[in-house]
């Protein structure tokens, strides 16, 4: 399997699409292939986020990971606007990163 291909793949294959016999190439030759593997990990990075901010998995605990930036503040009403900034923030980049993505591997 060729690069091009394992990488129209990616996202087939982090849906849990392919056939059994696609999936064995394509995990095949990410494992054995750096770029495609980096690729991999940045795509389920970002669907994992999606699915994350469509709240259809486990909730990120967005508290925590921003803890340091709300020191400044305890106001409940100041948190949630944070969080929903951030929110917006995160869903905006992973369309960004997947657009990207995208276009790099149809051109
Ligand atoms: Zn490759």
């Known amino acids: 399997m060729k690069c091009k291909e394992a990488q129209r793949l990616l996202v087939p294959y982090i849906n849990g699409e392919l056939e ?17 593997y980096e690729e991999l990990e940045v795509y389920a990075t970002v669907f994992a986020g999606i699915r994350q ?11 925590t990971l921003v803890e340091d930036s709300l020191a400044t503040t305890d106001e409940d009403m100041k948190d949630e606007r944070f969080l929903n900034g951030y929110s917006f923030f995160l869903r905006t980049a992973a369309t960004v990163v997947l657009c990207f993505m995208i276009v790099r591997c149809f051109f």
């Open 53 to 63: 901010l469509d709240g259809s998995e486990d909730e990120i605990d967005y508290r």
């Open 20 to 36: 059994t016999k696609e999936e064995d190439e394509f995990v095949r030759h990410v494992r054995q292939c750096p770029e495609c």
